[in-house]
């Protein structure tokens, strides 16, 4: 063991690649560490919807730090977008934690279809806001209780109620009232679209009469 340190000490070559392999690591560390600090606050945005993401992300001031990925996918069963956690978060803390949030290529409401580039500005970041408020629901809950939170979305109807309203109230307390409601008002208002996908926006989520009274309360405590 001394004798190849000695022998590795008098060969001058190794000497001046040790050398730069420490000042290499010197240098490289901390940008390592910057690096690593960026990516933590990182949110993923197709270009197409950035803007959109951008103005719903900017109400959820307490998000910035959290790792959130907006992505589109072929085919979501039964909706238009989905927010989870990713599946390692599960073993993560909560802190850690990273969501994505799927969007349908194409927005298929009972028969219609739209193209994501086809719906209003305002009616997505409605859309968008309230998958944000989704997140902010998982990011109060422990892991063994999202657990429990898939089980009850997935069997009981009432739970699923109480979640959808629960997003809902979440992006209307962040501001977004405006926005919640155009995306509302694109599905109520809107003659091409079938009676039976009316009535289930109007059973799971908030009508517009409840999130005016939310605002009420809102502004009242405030
Ligand atoms: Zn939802």
Redesign the pocket.
Known sequence: MYFKITKVRFNPQKQIFTKNLVLSIKLLFPLLIMNSLFTTAQHVIPESISNQANIALSHFTELNETSITFKFKHNIKK?T???QPNFWSFFKSRKKRQYKILISEKILISGKEYLTSDIPNDVMIGWLG??L??VIDYSNRSSLNLLWFAIKYLFSDKYLMK??RA??THAVNHGMEGYILSTKNFILNNSEIDEIYKARIKK??LSPEEIMKLVNDRDLMN
Do not use: C, K, N
Request: charged share 20%; net charge negative; aromatic share 14%.
């Open positions: 909706s977008m989905l927010a309230h998958e408020g989704h979640v959808e997003a809902d799971y989520y």
